[in-house]
């Protein structure tokens, strides 16, 4: 069954270094999508991304965070000057089509900075 | 923009029983309620999702329904067993809206032998 991969799975910053976070959607999807989860909070929603831009973005996500879909397979959240409270975990998602509502996840990546 | 609560914030149930848990949601433009278990260090995996065309869906011992009057959603699971133990997050989402997810806070579901 085609899945979302992320990678790396941990990733450890210094605060203040850029850090990039790869997903690979599953490869038919259109719609992609990156959650963040503190632990032991709900899951947030970050940015959503179709047709090779930015549909629409949450209050969290201000200009510290940037995505880009580089080659048509991978999507990456980069996150240009990390803080403490920006340790957590990303998912990314994507979903088929408009019409086709499921959003598939990914396993996530833990992003600790330290 | 939407809100979602979900209450209770943790459920113990004896392995055999029922659980429900249950969610409000504020924007009535949402028009699709997933519901989403999560296993420890895990993704969120899809068990079940609703329409707001339907009143009541059922999947095996997983049943969900949504009273779009009071903007209101719930989860059923019957004859639990251990391994339904993990965390529930129900959400809410219009699909007018690039299918973006506003999450409840997470139900947190042990189920006891």
């Known amino acids: 069954e085609p899945e979302v991969t992320q990678t790396p799975s941990h990733q450890v910053t210094q605060m203040g270094q850029e850090v990039i976070l790869r997903c690979v959607p599953i490869?038919?999807?259109?719609?992609f999508y990156w959650y963040r989860q503190i632990l032991g909070q709900k899951v947030e929603f970050l940015v959503s991304f179709y047709n090779n831009e930015i549909s629409e973005k949450s209050e969290i996500f201000d200009d510290q965070f940037s995505v880009e879909r580089p080659d048509g397979s991978n999507f990456t959240l980069k996150i240009r000057s990390t803080k403490l409270e920006d340790s957590a975990m990303y998912f990314c998602?994507?979903?088929?089509?408009?019409?086709?509502?499921?959003?598939?996840f990914g396993q996530g990546t833990r992003l600790t900075v330290v | 923009g939407e809100n979602v609560e979900q209450h209770p914030s943790t459920l113990s149930v004896q392995e055999g029983d029922s659980a429900v848990i249950k969610c409000t949601y504020s924007?009535?433009?949402?028009?699709?309620f997933p519901w989403y278990k999560q296993e420890l260090g895990k993704r969120p995996q899809l068990i079940i999702d609703?329409?707001?065309?339907?009143g009541e869906k059922k999947d095996q011992r997983i049943a969900v329904t949504l009273n779009k009057t009071a903007k209101h959603f719930s989860l059923h699971i019957t004859e639990t067993q251990p391994e339904d133990s993990a965390v529930y997050f129900c959400a809410a989402c219009s699909t007018d809206s690039w299918g973006k997810l506003q999450f409840g806070a997470g139900t947190q579901v042990v189920v006891t032998p």
């Open positions: 490869s038919n999807h259109l719609y």
């Open positions: 924007d009535s433009a949402s028009n699709y």
């Open positions: 998602a994507s979903r088929l089509s408009y019409l086709n509502t499921e959003a598939f």
């Open positions: 609703i329409r707001s065309n339907v």
